[in-house]
Structures are given as C-alpha cells and as structure tokens.
C-alpha cells in the first residue's frame, strides 16, 4: 500500500487524516523518496525530499512533520543529547519561506511554530523562552486561519510550559477546555488521552486541584492504561508539583510527532 | 586476660559507634556572627551615571571573605569586603577565642571603596615568598596588592608591582602555573574595562545571555620573582572576552601541573589544560563541552575519593531558567561528565559560592552552597526581563534597553544548601536541620578552623546584609587532622600541594587552592576528616614542584606542620 493510498484510507476512517490526504502526486512521490534516504540515513537528501514535498503540498500536516522528525533524528545523530541549535535552523528556515509563500496554510504555521519547539532542548535557557515565545506566535497564527483540535492543544499545552508567573496558565486552561469540548463532539480517539492530561494539568497550574483530579479521572476512565495519568492520580502535594514540573522540564524534548494522528485511532 | 582486653576493646568500639550516632543528629552550626564580633553589614555599590538604576540590578555584587592567618599566631583571620561609596573593608584579627577584632584601619587595609573603585573580591597571596600572606583586593576599577609587612602592617604595592591598571576585576586566584617556585596571579574580570562609574558609551551590558564575548576575560599576571608581574595572558594561550565570575585551580589528570576553569555569566565556560611548559590549552569543547549556563563559582575537590580531583560550578536554577549546576565528575582522560543531576546537586537556585568541606569530618567532602540574586520587593523582576528577551532585534549591549529593577525581586529568598556527601554517590541537604539555610542573598563562603577544635566552620558573605558567621559544635566523635605546609623549593604558601592520605583502608585527596570558589577563600591548611579512624596509615605530599614525600606514624586530631623536605611538626 503506497503512503498516499493509506493517507487516503485512513482520511476515510478518521476526519483529521482529511488535512493528511492530498491528490498531489508529486508530493507523495518526494514524500516516499524522503522515507526511503531517510531509512539509510541520508539525512540531507530525505530534507530535500520533504522540502519538496511540502513545497508541492504545503498544508499537508504528515509531510511536515515527518520532516521534522528527520530534522530531529539528524540532529541527535550529529551532536550528544539534544544537537546543536543550529542544527535546527534549515526547518526553521523552510517553514519561514514556505508561510510566507502559503499564508493560509494553517497546518504550515502549526509546524512552524513546532520547528521553534523542536529547537528548544538543544538551546540555553533564555533562548528557549525566545523559541518558545515565536512558537507561540505561530500556534496562534494556525489557530487563527483554522481553529483544530490539534493547533488548540499544542498551543494550549505549549502555555503550560511557561512558569506560573508569566500568568499563561489561564491561557492554556482557555484553549485547552476549547479542545476538549471538540473532542467530545467528536468521538473518542487514542490521541484524545492528551487533552485529558493537559487540561488537567492547567487546573493543577491554576490551582484548582479538585477540578484536575477529576479530569484525570475522566480520562483515566476513558484510557485505563495510560500511565501518565496513573502517574497523576497517584500523586498529591509536593509529589504531584515535583512530577509536573519534570514533566514541563524544558530541557527535555516534547514529543512533537504527529503521527498518532493518522496511525492510530 | 585475653577476654579482658576483648571486652575493653568492644567497649572502646561501641563508645565509638554511639558518639558517632550521636553526632549523626542534631544542629551542627551555631550563628555566632554577632558575639564574634563579624557583623558589619555589606552595601551594594550605587551608580552616579544615566544608567544607574539599570546597572543597580546586575551589580549586586562585592561581598566576600577571605581567610588567611595574616599575622602568623597560629589562628586564621578573615578579611571581609564592604562595596558602597567609602565603605570600609574589614580585617577581622582573631582573638583565638571566637570572637575577632576589626584591625582593617590599623593595618592599612579598610579603606578601597571611593567613586573610582569598588571592592568587588579579595585574595591573600604571599607575593613576594616571605611566608607572610600578602592582601590582593579586587575592585571594578584599580585592584590593590597590598604587601604584610609584618607586625600588623601592610603597604601598597600595586604600582611597584606592575599591577596597576583598570579592569572591572571581580575574582582573582594565586598558583604557580610553571612551577618557577613563585606564585603567579590570575584576574578575572566581569564587565570590559570601560570606566563603569563613567561610561562614555551604553553600550557595556552582556550582548546576549548565553555567548557572550564582550566582558572582561582573564588577565594573567607571572610572578617574575622580584616583587613584579608581567602580564602574559596571550603568551600563555588564555583569550577570553567573556564575563568572568569566577576560575579555579587544580591538577585534573595528576601530571604536576595546575590546570584551571573559568565560569562565566552568560555563556561558556572554559577549561584550560596546563600544557608543563609554561602555556594552556583550551579544552573545553572536548573536555567539558560548550556550555550555555551563567556560570558563577568554581571549586576543585575529590568528592567520590577515586584520587581525581572533581569540579562544582553553580548556575541558574529557577522556574523561568533551568539550567542546573554542573557537578564535573573528572573521568581521568581530561573529560569531565555532569553528575549534578545523579547526584542531587544540580538544583540551588540562583547559585553563587559553593565550597567542597568535610563538615562531619567522615572523610567525604560535603557542600555548602549559597545563593540568591536579589531579595527585596514581592513583586518580581522575572516578566520585565523576559519581556526585553523577546522584543526582536533587541540590542541587549545597550543598557539603556535592560529594564530597571527598582525594588522587585529576582531569585531572591533563597535557602542556602549544605549538601552532605553520602559515600561519593550521592547528596543530601541538611541545611535546615543545621540551622544554614537563611534566605540572605549570598555570594562567598569561606571555611576555616577559626578556634582549632578539628571542626570547619563557616564564614558567608552576603550582599547588602550581614555576614554569618557559623561555628561548627558538632559533638565530639570523629576523628580528623590538619596540615600546614610550607613550600621551601616550591612556593612557600604551598599553593597547589596534593596530600593523599589513607586511613581506615581508603586514601582521599586533598590540595591546596590559591582562592578557588567565588568571592570566598578558605583557610590554606589541608583539613582530612578521618571517621572513627585514629590511626594514619600513609601521607603523601606532592608539592608543587613535583617533589613527593611519604610519612608514617602521624597522629590524629592535631594539627601538624610539615616543611618542604624538612619533615613534620606537631602543634
């Protein structure tokens, strides 16, 4: 099955997989070239594949993210631990030009504002508030030009990270019942587990411990094996402030791969 | 008979084990600052220019402490800075009986803060190799060599010296880097050499927060062994422009030769190897990687006792900037791997000095850290910085675009950290349970024996407050012993010496430092705690010119005297 067959199947079965499927041959043939000189490692050409891929399709949220995730892999693959901040400036680069020349591509500015995250575990701490800040910026540009459940919870757990003092919080909170409320129109998807953590932990952020408790319930009712919200609900006090504060750490990476949301449902 | 004497030495042991467990609780630091007679209280200095309420937020700075048995009665004193206009800086003479008389005025020393010069640091060194420290006072503005004259008295040297020049000096250490038996001095300097109390130009503050390269650097200074210095920092291979905060010495891979480490505010450390022929080599990219921290102290001390000396640098730790502090474990290869994490080390706060001691004396050196930027108002400075970081195209070199701080709070209020050292593997803090954990802001510790019992104690700088003054009571028990050393080839001051000694089947590593850690120097004598061991197995003394002796049969729980090649002397 080609990867333009499975975007189109899975766009059958799951509505979010629509922002995935493109008729653009073109872009799925640069997209399967990138896979395949990323699975030997050549990293540069796999760039280039996917920079022509979503050249020819800029919206496609697959493309995108696969090419940042190829940018993460070289990066580590370069440097110990996290890799140079430099090695993050191409995609960033890419998506600058590539919002510029598409800008109401909406999944376009999300992944721009992903490319500054991806960024931030391998910079100085004053620097991540930079990146985070310009992340930030493009979550809401995203937001703006379409409001999705996914744009919403990044942007709304994005505001997580930021210390209480910022008084982002709230801000999460906002975006956060917003993506919660669609995915409860919606039907219930394995990704959805992500709000309930989210949402939960911005109640815990805005000091409203009963109402985080009983999210977390809600969704470990709903996804009984998720250990994160084991995590959560087994913890209390100091424990609980000190495992969501490691959580938020933000010297360690967040998970920005998108593909649970045509991989899984 | 024989079950006599096996039930006395049961009896002898399990005396032993219950003051052990007993010295295993309780508090162990006792304030004693104001019946010592140590409290005067330090000043910031203030600014008279247009960008003196922006500079009132990032000079906070200038408090600190330095020991040194200056008159040579056997008993360390403690010089004290003081940074406001006219301020005066204190020489506290112990009067070998806890409390201490300031002597400052009389000896000369008192008086280094005018409207071109703040005392920023301070460093005893025995310049000219007479056996009397000699009183190095660092300023942003013209540092000071002042040389004891005997007697009680010092006199200014600086000019004759060949010291005299403007820098905004903020550190300094003393070590023989060539082993030419002559203690050479390494100045570390914050802000470029503009004329901080009159700049011509705004444009002084830090370019950026992580690599910036338009501070003070380094100067080195060799000795020449006629009572000058030469400057020779690119002779030697140290080019640095960054904002040094602090440097510290010691022999990394056991060659002989004194390597050394800079921390930096905003940005990169850097590691120097001493190449033995008078020269460096930055190895910082492979040896500890390029680090974009605010690097604000550096001690050198064995804490895992595998005989390698180990490095502690404090950094930034707050909810809006984790960065960690670096605990370098010395991997014996010249790289070093950052244990801070593993160990429980990495997290202090807005960390300043730090020292390596044996608190308890069970012969693994504990740490005591202090901290703290600024404690004053309740409204907080952190959203009006972070909201000049993300304007774009902000010139952070132009003062003029830093916010005023006015009565807001940064990182201030924080608890200090004694970390006690469990087995080399990990830390555990037990500043509250010892009555160290005030919220002062401080910058420099020092540790001495001020009343020769065998227990550290410790003096804090803090700034704009008073200092403490801690005495250690803890209760008898473990064993320990010190060492003085003198240099007869090497430096006499011994500066850079290694004692090994091993007691109760481990050996453990000590050196003697030339003013590492930040805004604090600690006493000079080599202090071993040595557990419920009473016996001395082995000593060894590598000086500094390489030369090793061995000794046997030394006893415990004294201090003793050991001359370069002459033998020892119990006190």
Redesign the interface.
């Given at each position: 099955m080609s990867r333009r067959t499975f975007a189109c199947l899975a766009a059958r079965l799951f509505p979010v997989c629509l922002l995935l499927a493109s008729p653009m041959t073109g872009a799925d043939d640069a997209f399967d070239k990138a896979e395949r000189a990323l699975a030997s490692k050549d990293f540069d050409s796999a760039l280039g594949s996917f920079e022509e891929a979503l050249t020819a399709d800029p919206d496609n949220l697959r493309n995108a993210s696969e090419y940042r995730q190829a940018t993460i892999q070289k990066a580590i693959a370069g440097h110990?631990k996290e890799g140079s901040p430099a090695d993050f400036d191409r995609e960033i680069a890419f998506f600058g030009k590539l919002t510029e020349a598409n800008p109401k591509a909406s999944n376009a500015f999300l992944n721009y504002g992903f490319s500054y995250v991806d960024k931030i575990p391998a910079?100085?701490?004053?620097?991540q508030?930079?990146l985070a800040?310009n992340a930030l910026g493009y979550f809401t540009k995203s937001i703006e030009l379409k409001s999705t459940w996914i744009a919403l919870y990044t942007r709304g757990n994005s505001y997580l990270y930021w210390?209480?003092?910022?008084g982002r919080a709230p801000l999460a909170l906002d975006d956060l019942e917003k993506a919660y409320a669609m995915q409860k129109a919606e039907g219930k998807k394995s990704y959805h587990v992500r709000v309930y953590i989210s949402l939960g932990d911005a109640y815990w952020k805005t000091d409203n411990l009963d109402k985080a408790r009983a999210i977390w319930k809600e969704g470990a009712a709903q996804f009984p094996d998720s250990t994160p919200l084991k995590d959560r609900l087994a913890r209390d006090g100091d424990a609980l402030k000190d495992y969501i504060?490691n959580v938020l750490?933000?010297?360690k990476r967040v998970d920005t791969n998108l593909r649970e949301l045509w991989m899984t449902q | 008979m024989k079950r006599v004497l096996l039930a006395t030495v049961a009896c002898g042991l399990a005396g032993g084990a219950a003051l052990l467990a007993d010295a295993a609780v309780g508090r162990w630091f006792q304030d004693v600052t104001q019946e010592a007679g140590v409290n005067q209280k330090h000043t910031n200095r203030s600014f008279d220019n247009p960008y003196a309420k922006i500079m009132a937020g990032y000079t906070a700075l200038g408090a600190s402490a330095s020991v040194a048995d200056y008159d040579g009665d056997g008993y360390d004193d403690v010089f004290v800075t003081d940074s406001k206009l006219g301020g005066k800086n204190h020489l506290y003479h112990n009067n070998h009986n806890f409390t201490f008389t300031d002597v400052a005025d009389q000896a000369g020393v008192a008086d280094d803060n005018d409207d071109q010069n703040a005392t920023a640091d301070s460093l005893w060194f025995d310049y000219n190799n007479d056996g009397r420290p000699d009183l190095f006072v660092v300023r942003f503005g013209h540092s000071k060599l002042y040389e004891n004259l005997g007697g009680g008295k010092f006199v200014d040297v600086t000019k004759k010296a060949g010291l005299d020049r403007y820098s905004n000096a903020i550190t300094a250490i003393a070590f023989d880097y060539d082993r030419d038996g002559q203690l050479d001095l390494f100045v570390g300097s914050y802000f470029q050499p503009i004329n901080i109390f009159k700049p011509d130009s705004p444009r002084f503050f830090p370019e950026?927060?992580?690599?910036a390269n338009n501070g003070g650097g380094v100067t080195v200074y060799h000795n020449n062994g006629n009572g000058t210095f030469t400057d020779v920092t690119a002779k030697v291979g140290v080019a640095l422009s960054g904002w040094t905060l602090d440097m510290g010495h010691g022999d990394m891979d056991n060659d002989g030769f004194d390597d050394f480490y800079v921390a930096c505010d905003f940005g990169t450390d850097h590691l120097f190897h001493n190449n033995g022929n008078g020269t460096f080599t930055d190895i910082t990219e492979k040896a500890i990687?390029f680090?974009?921290?605010k690097g604000m102290n550096v001690d050198w001390g064995d804490y895992d006792n595998d005989g390698l000396l180990d490095i502690y640098v404090t950094n930034?730790t707050d909810?809006?900037?984790?960065?960690?502090n670096f605990l370098w474990h010395n991997n014996g290869n010249l790289t070093f791997t950052d244990v801070s994490r593993e160990t429980g080390t990495a997290e202090t706060g807005w960390g300043w000095g730090a020292k390596f001691f044996d608190f308890d004396n069970d012969g693994w050196l504990d740490l005591y850290v202090v901290n703290g930027w600024v404690s004053a108002g309740k409204e907080?400075y952190?959203?009006d910085i972070?909201s000049m970081?993300?304007k774009p195209g902000i010139d952070l070199a132009d003062a003029r675009n830093w916010p005023p701080m006015g009565n807001k709070s940064l990182s201030g209020y924080e608890k200090k950290k004694l970390f006690h050292n469990e087995h080399g593997q990990s830390f555990r803090d037990v500043a509250a349970q010892h009555g160290v954990d005030s919220t002062r802001d401080g910058r420099g510790v020092a540790v001495a024996d001020f009343d020769n019992d065998g227990r550290l104690d410790l003096f804090v700088a803090n700034a704009n407050s008073e200092p403490y003054l801690y005495r250690n009571t803890m209760p008898a028990g473990p064993h320990w012993v010190q060492f003085s050393l003198e240099g007869t080839k090497s430096n006499r001051a011994a500066v850079g010496a290694q004692v090994r000694l091993t007691a109760g089947g481990m050996t453990r590593l000590q050196f003697i430092s030339g003013g590492n850690s930040f805004a604090g120097q600690s006493s000079n004598r080599i202090h071993f705690g040595l557990g419920e061991s009473s016996k001395i197995d082995r000593v060894e003394v590598r000086w500094p010119t390489g030369q090793r002796e061995v000794f046997s049969g030394l006893v415990a729980d004294k201090l003793q005297k050991i001359v370069e090649g002459k033998g020892t002397k119990t006190k």
């Open positions: 110990p910079a100085g701490s004053i620097t508030v930079i800040n210390p209480r003092i910022f504060d750490d933000p010297n | 950026n927060f992580e690599t990687g680090d974009t921290k930034i909810d809006y900037m984790r960065e960690g907080s952190v959203p972070f970081i993300v």
